[in-house]
């Protein structure tokens, strides 16, 4: 096996089916509650990856987090946001992105007070460091876009100035989504980084690498440039790069 790369299939996903205990379907890309794997403790920061789709008007009530960074990004439905530093309520759809910094503290809700189902990626990546001051942003992303292009989404305090929006941690985060099948999205990885690539629909070609279906990722780990191309009929997918740990 190739260890500059690493592909996690859905179908090793831990799986948890949604219960009057627990508000979603949700396949867990990393340890997270009461699912614990060693060998699956996170990926660089990126500390947990859930893809969460949320029952009809239901969801995740009013919680406190600390010293994180939380990334959600909607897929399909609606997904209503409260949190303690806005003391506001915000519904955001498909491919809208929210990204809160916990810092010292903050308390938030995830809930979907919609009649259909609600699919959203809840990503947490660890600080560089702890506490601080806590911020809540949201932007709203069209198709237009992404659209057969690599859109960055969130960025770090070393490109905040240009990011739509930014976090405390050494990341970027970029989204695409293939509809023409002529379309090729490149991507390159620096030396000293590494990439978490998770296919969120449809499937994709990544040349060289395997190709991903849809909720497969991929871990990459060694320098190069990367070009997908639609391996059907439709592709959508994210990219988080980070700092490789020392």
Known sequence: ??????????????YLPSSHMHPANTRFHFSF???YDPNRMGFGALRVFNDDDVKPRNGFDRHP???????SYVVKGKLTHWDSVTKKEETIGRGHVQAISAGSGIWHSEMNKQADWCRFLQIWVMPTKRGGPVRYNHKGFTLADRENKLLHIVGNPGNKAT????????????????????AEVEFELKPGRQAYINCVEGSIHVDALPSLSERDSLELTEAGKF????KGKHAHFIIIEM???Q
Do not use: C, G, W
Request: hydrophobic fraction near 35%; charge should be neutral.
């Open 33 to 35: 509650a009461n699912y």
């Open 163 to 182: 990011s739509p929006l930014y976090i405390n941690a050494n990341v970027n985060f970029y989204a695409s989504e293939l509809t023409d099948s002529r």
């Open 1 to 14: 096996m190739n260890t500059a790369h690493q592909k996690i299939s859905a179908s090793e996903l831990h």
């Open 227 to 230: 070009t997908f191309s639609l």
């Open 65 to 71: 987090h600390k010293d994180m960074e939380i990334i």
């Open 243 to 245: 700092k490789k740990p």
